[in-house]
C-alpha cells in the first residue's frame, strides 16, 4: 500500500531565516536528533522544479509564496517529492522503509523565509523556529556570497542591472536594480526578517519560536535544548554529545568564522542601520530583539 503523504508528516519542524544567518549549522545541529528525518539538506529544486512556484516560470516574480499558490495539485506533488528523499540522521532513506506510518521532518532553505503561508497549507500544524542575526555580520556575510559567485541563484533577470542575483529574491527586487551591493543585501536582510515577522505573528504562539545566532553558537545546548522541549523532540546521548563540545563548522562555511569580520564591510553597511533608511533594516532589527526580549 502506498504512503499516505497527508499523513506522513507529523509536526514538521521548519527553521526560518534569512541567509547567511547561522541556518545550517542550526539546521545540521537539529538534525542530530533522533526523531527527526529531512532531506540531506537544502530543497531549493523540490519547490522551484515547479514551474508555477519558480520566479523564472513566469508565474511569480519572486520567492513570495503564500497559501493561494499551494492548490491541492501542488500540494501532493510537494509532499511526495520531500518523501521521495527522506532519510534519517544514520541515513536510512524513507522509502526503505516505508513501515514508518509517520514520522518528524526536519526543513531548512533560506527562501522559506518567504514561504511561510505556503508551507503551512503543504505542512499543517508545523513548528516554526525563527532564527536571525545581527545584521551588521549577517550583511556582510551576504555581500561576499555574492563577490564569491558561488551562491548565483538568478543569473539572468529580466531588465535588472548588477551582478547576477545571488540568495532569496524578495518581492520588490526590482526597485535595487544599479543600487550598491551593501544596499541589495541590506533590503535582502531586511525583507526576510520582516516578512517571516509578519507571518509568524498571524500565528498562535505555541508554533513558533526565536533564536539568534549567539544563542546557537554561545549558548548551544542551552538554545537547543530550549527548541527541542518547544518542538517536542527527543535528546538523547548523541544529540547530547554534540552538543557538549565544539560546533563543527556548517557546509557552507565560506570562511573561518570572526566576529569582526564584517569590519571590511563596515563602511558600506553602517549607513544601513540609520532609523530613516528607506530600506528599513534598523527597523526590523529592533523588531527581532524585541520578539527575542519578549522570549
Not at 30 to 56: K, Y
Amino acid at each position: 500500500m502506498p504512503p499516505d503523504f497527508a499523513r506522513l508528516f507529523d509536526r514538521p519542524v521548519i527553521v526560518l531565516a534569512a541567509p547567511r544567518s547561522g541556518s545550517t549549522l542550526l539546521f545540521e545541529t537539529l538534525a542530530e536528533a533522533p526523531d527527526l528525518w529531512t532531506v540531506g539538506g537544502e530543497s531549493h529544486q523540490f519547490i522551484e522544479g515547479l514551474r508555477r512556484l519558480s520566479p523564472m516560470g513566469g508565474f511569480v516574480d519572486s520567492n513570495r509564496l503564500d497559501a493561494t499558490h499551494a492548490n491541492e495539485r501542488i500540494v501532493q506533488a510537494l509532499r511526495q517529492r520531500f518523501a521521495r528523499f527522506l532519510r534519517d540522521r544514520d541515513g536510512r532513506e524513507f522509502f526503505h522503509n516505508q513501515h514508518v506510518p509517520r514520522l518528524r521532518f526536519l526543513e531548512k532553505t533560506p527562501k522559506n523565509a518567504l514561504r511561510q503561508p505556503f508551507l503551512e497549507k503543504v505542512f499543517p500544524g508545523s513548528f516554526y523556529v525563527f532564527l536571525f542575526r545581527d545584521p551588521r555580520p549577517n550583511i556582510s556575510s551576504m555581500m561576499e556570497a555574492w563577490k564569491s559567485g558561488r551562491w548565483v541563484t538568478y543569473p539572468r533577470l529580466r531588465d535588472w542591472r548588477g551582478p547576477p542575483w545571488s540568495l532569496l529574491l524578495p518581492p520588490g527586487w526590482q526597485k535595487l536594480s544599479g543600487r550598491p551591493l551593501a544596499e541589495i543585501c541590506g533590503f535582502q536582510w531586511a525583507s526576510a526578517n520582516r516578512i517571516i515577522l509578519d507571518d509568524l505573528q498571524k500565528l498562535p504562539p505555541d508554533r513558533w519560536i526565536a533564536c539568534d545566532y549567539d544563542d546557537v553558537t554561545k549558548r548551544t545546548e542551552e538554545t537547543i535544548g530550549r527548541i527541542c522541549n518547544f518542538t517536542a523532540l527527543e535528546i538523547d546521548q548523541r544529540l547530547r554529545q554534540r552538543l557538549g563540545g565544539e560546533l563543527p563548522l556548517s557546509r557552507y562555511t565560506h570562511t573561518a568564522p570572526d566576529p569582526e569580520k564584517w569590519r571590511k564591510n563596515e563602511a558600506d553597511i553602517l549607513p544601513l542601520l540609520n532609523p530613516t533608511h528607506e530600506l528599513g533594516v534598523a527597523e526590523a532589527w529592533q523588531r527581532c530583539r524585541r520578539v527575542l526580549d519578549r522570549a
